[in-house]
């Protein structure tokens, strides 16, 4: 099986999901409302990778 690196911490993933928490609420899981972008007319966002769903 591949080793998933944490994007928060220096160490492997543990599933922990607290990278999937919400930045404005920590109880809530991110559902990608947007609240806590200042999105005026347009906005960028920065990919920083693919991940490829395994069959
Ligand atoms: S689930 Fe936890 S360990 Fe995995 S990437 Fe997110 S914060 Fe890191
Ligand atoms: S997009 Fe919404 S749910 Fe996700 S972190 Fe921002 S405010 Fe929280």
């Known amino acids: 099986m591949e080793r ?3 994007v928060l911490y220096d160490r492997e993933c543990i599933g922990c999901m607290e990278c999937e928490l ?3 609420d920590p109880k809530k899981i991110c559902d990608n409302c ?3 972008l200042d999105i005026k007319d347009v906005a960028s966002i920065q990919i920083t990778g693919i991940e490829k769903e395994e069959k």
């Open 22 to 24: 919400c930045d404005l």
């Open 4 to 6: 998933k690196e944490c």
């Open 34 to 36: 947007g609240k806590c």
